[in-house]
């Protein structure tokens, strides 16, 4: 069957033709849609498999793990940064193995487009001693998803799959099964006690040195089904040898026949680990070999030889970024292969200056008005406003955020930041989905520890930036994040968002207080209960359908409403005056009262049906 599917769902079709029945971890972009992908076959299909999301990764990694070492074929999906949260349990995993198939994957970001870091999955899968498979386009993403699981199963090893943004959201006509004979393995744990449940240092050495053995058998497994057929498929009459992995495969090949270059091109669909032995003894009949892959010298380390290897070690190949036809074009450059102009600079000119367009909040977010309120309270002079990972994130825009680094880290920072700069208030805030996923422990800490700070828990009951997939709260409300607070010996202050601003300064200006009080002792938290402006379960429950516009002969233009308030249908017209986009406004009336010093904003009464 042939069928036009984007990378990450022909990944989740893979998962199902593969067998796998337990699929679990936690979304964030590009790996998002693979998890969702499996529901909605499992859905469709009625198919009788696991596939849910988890409280984060490491919680999602060891769920998948103990299937898999139950004999079922698993699944565990998260993004880079995400198996750092794993990486724990991936560390011993790999060391202990496991019966049934299990593919862990891991989507990597090279690019920043929405991360936080670079990081290249393939060289945590080298330190952890396992496999890893790098697909260059969606069709691979599909065959090396089933590979990959059969791979796990014969070498009773994790197995990485690695797919890169470019490829988790291109979209290609798939060649696949045309139908889903779905017959998951039972599961069955043996017990096994020496190997499942190995104690340092005589279990886990004996498991370590098993580890070498296997890994060592996988890299020949790599050279006798992978890379031999390729090298000995080569006609041999190019001094110049390109060894290329995932991305970089697809767009090398794609330079060379648009350029003319006679090269000799291997595609390296294992990156780790590599016979290097035996890839050095081809690379003797070559003068140069240029090595693409991105983002991280992964495979040039491995085979690496000063004398003729080029590629990101030595700025051949560009060293951070993504990578683009123009960077191999450049590197051709270097070695000599090519003297033409660059036929891939951007071509494209305008008459006019196109506006820089920064991320910014949805119109109608109650995130905005909550930070708004924040900041008329706690004064940035004063105040500290470490944040953290989500789509609240964007209040960046507002200057509502200091400080970023990864998942729950606003609380851990907020701690050390109340410990180094004590004549400051620290405002953190948080969203309920990574509260839930790494900003409950740090907090348990600053209880501990009586740190001050004010924590925000900005409650939309939804993961939004990643699909708007349920947190824990909202799939299961017997989870209250209220409760969770309380149970740490603190009491959770609770807010119910408005659209008429002055309530929620009338509340920080309350939290202020009791924080200020002598009586207030260690961290203070707040839950804020809001809804997400793209959530059609909940946002018409909240959304009060009040339009705003501009008194033009009340704007002085103070630049209030676009910089401090930062609503997107705001900007000036031709006469210097603020206007409102109306196809944008999403109704929310948060700017009808406080926002403009001059009280410009008024109720459009005709478009808000007659409301006074």
Same mark, same amino acid.
């Given at each position: 069957?042939?069928?036009?599917?984007?990378?990450?769902?022909?990944?989740?079709?893979?998962?199902?033709?593969?067998?796998?029945?337990?699929?679990?971890?936690?979304?964030?972009?590009?790996?998002?849609?693979?998890?969702?992908? #499996?529901?909605? *076959?499992?859905?469709?299909?009625?198919?009788?498999?696991?596939?849910?999301?988890?409280?984060? +990764?490491?919680?999602?990694? +060891?769920?998948?793990?103990?299937?898999?070492?139950?004999?079922?074929?698993?699944?565990?999906?998260?993004?880079?940064?995400?198996?750092?949260?794993?990486?724990?349990?991936?560390?011993?995993?790999?060391?202990?193995?496991?019966?049934?198939? =299990?593919?862990?994957?891991?989507?990597?970001?090279?690019?920043?487009?929405?991360?936080?870091?670079?990081?290249?999955?393939?060289?945590?899968?080298?330190?952890?001693?396992?496999?890893?498979?790098? &697909?260059?386009?969606?069709?691979?993403?599909?065959?090396?998803?089933?590979?990959?699981?059969?791979?796990?199963?014969?070498?009773?090893?994790?197995?990485?799959?690695?797919?890169?943004?470019?490829?988790?959201?291109?979209?290609?006509?798939?060649?696949?099964?045309?139908?889903?004979?779905?017959?998951?393995?039972?599961?069955?744990?043996?017990?096994?006690?020496?190997?499942?449940?190995?104690?340092?240092?005589?279990?886990?050495?004996?498991?370590?040195?098993?580890?070498?053995?296997? *890994?060592?058998?996988?890299?020949?497994?790599?050279?006798?089904?992978?890379?031999?057929?390729?090298?000995?498929? !080569?006609?041999?009459? %190019?001094?110049?040898?390109?060894?290329?992995?995932?991305?970089?495969?697809?767009?090398?090949?794609?330079?060379?026949?648009? !350029?003319?270059?006679?090269?000799?091109?291997?595609?390296?669909?294992? &990156?780790?680990?590599?016979?290097?032995?035996?890839?050095?003894?081809?690379?003797?009949?070559?003068?140069?070999?240029?090595?693409? +892959?991105?983002?991280? &010298?992964?495979?040039?380390?491995?085979?690496?030889?000063?004398?003729?290897?080029?590629?990101?070690?030595?700025?051949?190949?560009?060293?951070?970024?993504?990578?683009?036809?123009?960077?191999?074009?450049?590197?051709?450059?270097? !070695?000599?292969?090519?003297?033409?102009?660059?036929?891939?600079?951007?071509?494209?000119?305008?008459?006019?200056?196109?506006?820089?367009?920064?991320?910014?909040?949805?119109?109608?977010? &109650?995130?905005?008005? *909550?930070?708004?309120?924040?900041?008329?309270?706690?004064?940035? %002079?004063?105040?500290?406003?470490?944040?953290?990972?989500?789509?609240?994130? !964007?209040?960046?825009?507002?200057?509502?955020?200091?400080?970023?680094?990864?998942?729950?880290?606003?609380?851990?920072?907020?701690?050390?930041?109340?410990?180094?700069?004590?004549?400051?208030?620290?405002?953190?805030?948080?969203?309920?989905?990574?509260?839930?996923?790494?900003?409950?422990?740090?907090?348990?800490?600053?209880?501990?520890?009586?740190?001050?700070?004010?924590?925000?828990?900005?409650?939309?009951?939804?993961?939004?930036?990643?699909?708007?997939?349920?947190?824990?709260?909202?799939?299961?409300?017997?989870?209250?994040?209220?409760?969770?607070?309380?149970?740490?010996?603190?009491?959770?202050?609770?807010?119910?968002?408005?659209?008429?601003?002055?309530?929620?300064?009338?509340?920080?200006?309350?939290?202020?207080? *009791?924080?200020?009080?002598? +009586?207030?002792?260690?961290?203070?938290? #707040?839950?804020?209960?809001?809804?997400?402006?793209?959530?059609?379960?909940?946002?018409?429950?909240?959304?009060?359908?009040?339009?705003?516009?501009?008194?033009?002969?009340?704007?002085?233009?103070?630049?209030?409403?676009?910089? #401090?308030?930062?609503?997107?249908?705001?900007?000036?017209?031709?006469?210097?005056?603020?206007?409102?986009?109306? =196809?944008?406004?999403?109704?929310?009336?948060?700017?009808?009262?406080?926002?403009?010093?001059?009280?410009?904003?008024?109720?459009?009464?005709?478009?808000?049906?007659?409301?006074?």
């Amino acid at each position: 069957m042939k069928e036009t599917l984007m990378g990450n769902e022909a990944i989740a079709w893979g998962l199902v033709h593969a067998g796998v029945d337990m699929v679990s971890g936690y979304p964030g972009t590009p790996s998002s849609e693979i998890l969702g992908t #499996v529901q909605k *076959i499992k859905s469709k299909r009625k198919l009788p498999l696991y596939a849910e999301w988890a409280t984060n +990764e490491k919680v999602g990694f +060891e769920v998948a793990y103990a299937g898999a070492i139950a004999g079922k074929r698993t699944a565990a999906t998260m993004k880079q940064v995400g198996l750092n949260v794993a990486s724990d349990a991936l560390m011993s995993a790999a060391y202990i193995g496991n019966t049934g198939g =299990f593919l862990l994957i891991s989507a990597d970001d090279p690019g920043f487009h929405s991360s936080q870091t670079e990081q290249d999955s393939r060289v945590f899968a080298k330190f952890a001693r396992i496999p890893v498979l790098d &697909p260059s386009t969606p069709q691979d993403a599909y065959d090396m998803t089933r590979y990959g699981v059969e791979l796990s199963e014969r070498f009773e090893t994790p197995v990485m799959l690695r797919p890169v943004m470019r490829v988790c959201h291109a979209r290609e006509i798939i060649e696949m099964e045309d139908t889903t004979d779905f017959r998951p393995k039972e599961g069955k744990f043996v017990r096994n006690v020496p190997r499942w449940a190995a104690v340092p240092r005589d279990g886990r050495l004996q498991q370590g040195y098993e580890a070498l053995d296997r *890994i060592e058998a996988i890299a020949a497994y790599n050279w006798e089904h992978h890379l031999m057929p390729r090298f000995d498929a !080569l006609d041999g009459k %190019s001094d110049v040898l390109i060894l290329a992995s995932g991305t970089g495969y697809a767009f090398t090949r794609e330079a060379m026949e648009e !350029l003319g270059i006679e090269a000799d091109l291997v595609k390296v669909e294992m &990156p780790y680990p590599l016979p290097v032995e035996k890839i050095r003894k081809r690379m003797e009949n070559y003068e140069k070999v240029l090595v693409v +892959e991105e983002p991280y &010298p992964c495979i040039e380390e491995q085979v690496m030889d000063p004398a003729k290897v080029h590629g990101r070690l030595d700025a051949t190949m560009n060293r951070i970024d993504e990578m683009k036809k123009e960077h191999i074009l450049e590197a051709f450059k270097k !070695l000599g292969l090519y003297e033409g102009e660059n036929v891939y600079a951007p071509k494209l000119t305008f008459s006019i200056d196109v506006p820089p367009r920064p991320p910014a909040l949805c119109p109608g977010c &109650p995130h905005r008005d *909550i930070y708004y309120a924040i900041m008329k309270v706690f004064k940035k %002079s004063k105040s500290i406003y470490p944040s953290d990972i989500g789509c609240y994130t !964007l209040a960046l825009a507002q200057g509502a955020i200091d400080t970023i680094l990864c998942m729950g880290a606003s609380v851990s920072m907020a701690s050390g930041l109340s410990l180094a700069d004590p004549s400051k208030t620290v405002v953190a805030t948080i969203g309920d989905g990574t509260f839930f996923h790494s900003g409950i422990p740090p907090l348990i800490n600053a209880v501990y520890q009586g740190h001050r700070f004010i924590l925000v828990i900005l409650d939309n009951s939804t993961i939004a930036m990643t699909g708007r997939q349920v947190t824990p709260e909202r799939f299961n409300q017997t989870l209250d994040i209220g409760r969770i607070v309380e149970g740490m010996g603190i009491k959770c202050y609770e807010h119910t968002y408005s659209h008429e601003m002055h309530k929620n300064i009338d509340f920080f200006k309350g939290i202020k207080k *009791i924080f200020e009080s002598e +009586e207030h002792q260690g961290p203070l938290v #707040v839950r804020v209960r809001q809804f997400c402006i793209l959530d059609n379960e909940r946002k018409d429950d909240w959304v009060p359908g009040e339009y705003a516009v501009v008194d033009p002969e009340l704007c002085v233009a103070c630049d209030q409403c676009t910089t #401090v308030y930062k609503c997107p249908p705001m900007a000036y017209n031709a006469e210097g005056k603020i206007e409102i986009d109306p =196809f944008l406004c999403a109704g929310c009336g948060g700017c009808l009262e406080i926002v403009c010093p001059t009280d410009a904003f008024k109720l459009d009464e005709e478009k808000s049906g007659g409301k006074q």
